[in-house]
């Protein structure tokens, strides 16, 4: 049977004491003096007269959020000075590093830890963590919380190849490879988001200290955001439709019904491509049960939320999705992940446009038509919205339909929710889908 030891405390100002000539305390018994000139440092004595030295700390920022928007204190920690046994003055020296470490947030037992294992706190995972914490976590009324959308952006596979790299190492020209990569797969839209996240990033580690340039400043990038005027006709969008479908031909899962439903609600790309299986709900609304999708404010960009009443046509598609098991519905990978390579699948539906249109024309014996002009996905929502209006929905509810923020002075005065309006203006452009 293991012996049962027992600690006594003790507070002495162990720099004018002899320590060597401490009795050790009895069997069974361990002695522990806390240090009055260094709060934190302690001395143990074992029976045996065993001598050690230990730092007691907290870590700051580990703790809950206080009401001011701050994370307090973390749970109180030891680490035990290395051996062999060390005098006063170099146990007080290492002690106040590592107090000093926990004040700005540091834990020094997990660095010598990741030290010891080939990793480093300024790692690039290691401060995207603290950064989402430290910044992004802490919800003000300004802000909102921030943390789901920084943790969205900065996890996503073409950041993943910095993780072991130091903060410090990367380089103008890796930020340029990275984000000529998110162009590549998500678009000149998503690269400009990216490069967003990645500015706040760099932007608080120069704060920190953590590094001493910040390489994404005057950062030269063709990627602009372009007003663009494209509004699909009507035969347009139905031919995007029918492109869409589950024959062998067509583009099928995910992106075919992924499409399906931008066209039926209007709504941003991502808003439809993550949606998760948690945020359908059902809605009473004048006593009658509605179809409805919730998107949370952590992703929404007004940082509000907005709720998507569904039409039957749209209700229809996410009830005739397959159940892969994992949380999202438009997903490559069993539901695990949101669906990608969004660059790929627009690319994949031209052709397909392009094909169809060149098969009618053969059947009815002409040239092969022009092709489609050149449209965005985010010319579909467009579209919607400008439709809504000729067929005499009034702007407010479209902007709400659209998930638009709305101005400081309607925020204030107008309570209304507006969801019946919605709700009527989805069924009404619903009608010519079904």
Same mark, same amino acid.
């Given at each position: ?18 320590? %060597? ?28 007269? !065993? ?9 700051? #920022? ?9 994370? #307090? ?17 170099? $146990?007080?020296? =290492?002690? =106040?590093?590592?107090?000093?470490? $926990? ?19 300024? &790692? ?7 950064? /989402? ?10 802000? #909102? ?23 410090? +190492? ?5 930020? !340029? ?55 699909? &006709? ?21 992106? #075919? ?5 931008? /066209? ?5 790309? $991502? ?26 404010? &952590? ?6 939320? !907005? ?11 996410? +009830? ?10 438009? &997903?490559?990978?069993?539901? %695990? ?11 994949? =539906? ?28 985010? +010319? ?35 309570? !209304? ?18």
């Amino acid at each position: 049977m293991a012996e049962t030891i027992t600690y006594r405390q003790e507070t002495k100002r162990l720099a004018n004491m002899d320590l %060597k000539r401490i009795d050790p305390p009895r069997a069974g018994e361990h002695l522990e003096i806390r240090d009055t000139a260094c709060d934190g440092l302690r001395l143990r004595v074992t029976s045996k007269g !065993h001598r050690s030295w230990c730092v007691v700390y907290r870590v700051a #920022g580990e703790g809950p959020v206080g009401k001011r928007g701050r994370p #307090g204190k973390g749970k109180t920690r030891r680490y035990t000075l290395e051996e062999p046994f060390k005098s006063y003055r170099d $146990a007080r020296k =290492l002690a =106040l590093e590592v107090l000093e470490a $926990a004040a700005n947030g540091d834990d020094y037992a997990e660095e010598r830890k990741q030290h010891a294992l080939g990793h480093s706190s300024r &790692s690039v995972k290691a401060l995207i963590e603290r950064f /989402i914490v430290e910044y992004a976590r802490p919800e003000t009324k300004k802000s #909102g919380n921030r943390e789901d959308l920084a943790r969205n952006w900065l996890e996503k596979p073409e950041v993943k190849p910095w993780h072991d790299r130091e903060l410090a +190492d990367i380089t103008r020209a890796d930020i !340029h490879s990275l984000l000529n990569k998110v162009t590549a797969n998500r678009g000149q839209a998503a690269s400009i988001e990216m490069r967003k996240h990645l500015s706040k990033l760099f932007h608080w580690a120069l704060d920190q200290q953590f590094i001493t340039t910040n390489p994404i400043t005057r950062l030269d990038r063709v990627e602009v955001y372009e007003v663009r005027e494209r509004v699909l &006709s009507m035969d347009e969008l139905r031919r995007i439709w029918d492109a869409c479908g589950n024959e062998k031909e067509d583009l099928g899962y995910p992106f #075919g019904p992924m499409y399906r439903m931008l /066209i039926l609600t209007g709504a941003r790309r $991502a808003e439809i491509g993550e949606m998760e299986k948690s945020e359908r709900r059902k809605i009473t609304l004048d006593g009658e049960t509605v179809p409805a999708v919730v998107i949370p404010p &952590s992703k929404h960009k007004s940082r509000r939320g !907005h709720t998507m009443y569904l039409s039957p046509p749209a209700a229809a598609i996410l +009830d005739s999705l397959p159940d892969l098991g994992g949380k999202f519905l438009f &997903s490559s990978t069993e539901g %695990k992940t949101p669906v990608s390579g969004y660059s790929k699948g627009k690319a994949r =539906l031209d052709r397909i446009l392009k094909e169809r249109a060149e098969k009618e024309a053969a059947k009815r014996g002409e040239e092969p038509p022009e092709p489609m002009e050149h449209w965005t996905v985010h +010319d579909i929502r467009r579209t919607v919205a400008t439709n809504l209006a000729e067929m005499g929905i009034p702007g407010d509810h479209i902007e709400r339909v659209l998930g638009h923020s709305m101005e400081k002075l309607q925020r204030t005065y107008i309570k !209304h929710d507006y969801a019946q309006e919605m709700r009527d203006a989805m069924l009404v452009w619903g009608e010519l889908w079904t």
